[in-house]
């Protein structure tokens, strides 16, 4: 089974806030994204680089991922921000506005050059129009080991600006983008994270859009603010009732009367082993989450 890492809440903040950098050492998100891109002024962005360049070496973020998200390679800032990305070693290095399987090719081509830590993965935007239409072809980068694909990132206010869609409750019209993008994913073995939710006084709605996120098999939700990270971490976590269904489940298939059958009947429902397998992923990520003390 593929390594289970949680990554129900992933905090952006711009690399040029000093304040907002300093605080993420103590918050519960899982994944802290230091963003040198659209959060960051043009006329700030050398600042905000040897800012986050230095925090992710200092650390002190404990069991956080750190992920530091660079402006694209053909922007004026693309090459310098790599190059200090690299040199800062980040678990993750997250490349906007990804439209081709060759700009991951590309990015991994430096990155070799530059000679990255083999712990530094890629993660990519999906946030253009043409990124939904390439989404398989994009995700079957992550079987070119040079690309270091690990994880699909929506942009959902990217995504919104270039189709001229409105961002909804409910999302309706981003719904087949983001199932298209999400299938993707799973086809080649990645995690995807949801898009942002951009109206912080909005609560109610923020759970919702969790819920939704959850709901359609998403790994986690991308973040703007602290306070949304209680509930995404609650949302996107194993209920108890899940817990403990998942922990029937693979009680029961290890029945010896149970071990050669294919299905069975459990509590008036048909489970078969794609079930079993299901539980099983279900309390590894509950443990792992346990696990998670800091
Ligand atoms: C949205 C904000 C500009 C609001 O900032 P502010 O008004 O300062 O918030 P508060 O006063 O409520 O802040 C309270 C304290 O929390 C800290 N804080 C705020 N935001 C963050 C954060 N993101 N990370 C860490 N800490 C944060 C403040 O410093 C206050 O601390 P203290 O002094 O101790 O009280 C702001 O929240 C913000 O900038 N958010 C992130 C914006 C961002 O990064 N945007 C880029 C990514 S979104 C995107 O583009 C996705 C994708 O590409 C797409 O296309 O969709
Ligand atoms: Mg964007």
Same mark, same amino acid.
């Given at each position: 089974?593929?390594?289970?890492?949680?990554?129900?809440?992933?905090?952006?903040?711009?690399?040029?806030?000093?304040?907002?950098?300093?605080?993420?050492?103590?918050?519960?998100?899982?994944?802290?994204?230091?963003?040198?891109?659209?959060?960051?002024?043009?006329?700030?962005?050398?600042?905000?680089?040897?800012?986050?360049?230095?925090?992710?070496?200092?650390?002190?973020?404990?069991?956080?991922?750190?992920?530091?998200?660079?402006?694209?390679?053909?922007?004026?800032?693309?090459?310098?921000?790599?190059?200090? /990305?690299? *040199?800062?070693?980040?678990? @993750?290095?997250?490349?906007?506005?990804?439209? $081709? !399987?060759? &700009?991951?090719? =590309?990015?991994?081509?430096?990155?070799?050059?530059?000679?990255?830590?083999?712990?530094?993965?890629?993660?990519?935007?999906?946030?253009?129009?043409?990124?939904?239409?390439?989404?398989?072809?994009?995700?079957?980068?992550?079987?070119?080991?040079?690309?270091?694909?690990?994880?699909?990132?929506?942009?959902?206010?990217?995504?919104?600006?270039?189709?001229?869609?409105?961002?909804?409750?409910?999302?309706?019209?981003?719904?087949?983008?983001?199932?298209?993008?999400?299938?993707?994913?799973?086809?080649?073995?990645?995690?995807?994270?949801?898009?942002?939710?951009?109206?912080?006084?909005?609560?109610?709605?923020?759970?919702?859009?969790?819920?939704?996120?959850?709901?359609?098999?998403?790994?986690?939700?991308?973040?703007?603010?602290?306070?949304?990270? /209680?509930? *995404?971490?609650?949302?996107? @976590?194993?209920?108890?009732?899940?817990?403990? $269904? !998942?922990? &029937?489940?693979? =009680?029961?298939?290890?029945?010896?009367?149970?071990?050669?059958?294919?299905?069975?009947?459990?509590?008036?429902?048909?489970?078969?082993?794609?079930?079993?397998?299901?539980?099983?992923?279900?309390?590894?990520?509950?443990?792992?989450?346990?696990?998670?003390?800091?």
């Amino acid at each position: 089974m593929i390594p289970i890492r949680p990554r129900r809440s992933a905090l952006y903040m711009p690399g040029s806030n000093a304040r907002a950098i300093e605080k993420a050492r103590t918050l519960a998100a899982d994944v802290v994204i230091f963003d040198l891109e659209d959060a960051v002024a043009p006329d700030l962005k050398t600042q905000a680089r040897e800012q986050v360049c230095a925090a992710v070496k200092a650390g002190g973020y404990g069991r956080r991922e750190l992920v530091i998200r660079v402006n694209a390679l053909e922007t004026p800032w693309g090459e310098a921000d790599l190059a200090a /990305a690299v *040199a800062a070693a980040p678990d @993750a290095i997250l490349v906007p506005k990804v439209s $081709s !399987a060759e &700009t991951l090719a =590309a990015v991994g081509l430096r990155l070799r050059k530059l000679g990255a830590a083999e712990r530094t993965g890629i993660w990519a935007m999906i946030e253009t129009p043409l990124a939904i239409l390439r989404a398989e072809s994009i995700a079957s980068a992550a079987h070119d080991v040079d690309t270091r694909l690990s994880c699909f990132v929506m942009g959902t206010n990217d995504l919104a600006k270039d189709t001229r869609t409105r961002l909804l409750p409910g999302r309706a019209a981003m719904l087949p983008w983001l199932m298209t993008a999400l299938a993707a994913a799973r086809a080649h073995g990645i995690d995807i994270l949801d898009g942002v939710y951009n109206t912080l006084s909005d609560e109610s709605g923020f759970r919702a859009e969790c819920e939704q996120g959850r709901d359609c098999g998403f790994d986690g939700k991308t973040l703007i603010h602290p306070d949304q990270i /209680a509930a *995404a971490n609650g949302i996107f @976590a194993p209920s108890e009732h899940e817990i403990e $269904s !998942a922990r &029937t489940i693979v =009680a029961a298939f290890e029945q010896p009367e149970n071990r050669a059958r294919g299905a069975i009947s459990l509590g008036g429902r048909m489970v078969e082993r794609l079930h079993a397998e299901m539980a099983r992923r279900t309390l590894a990520m509950a443990e792992a989450i346990a696990k998670q003390t800091t």
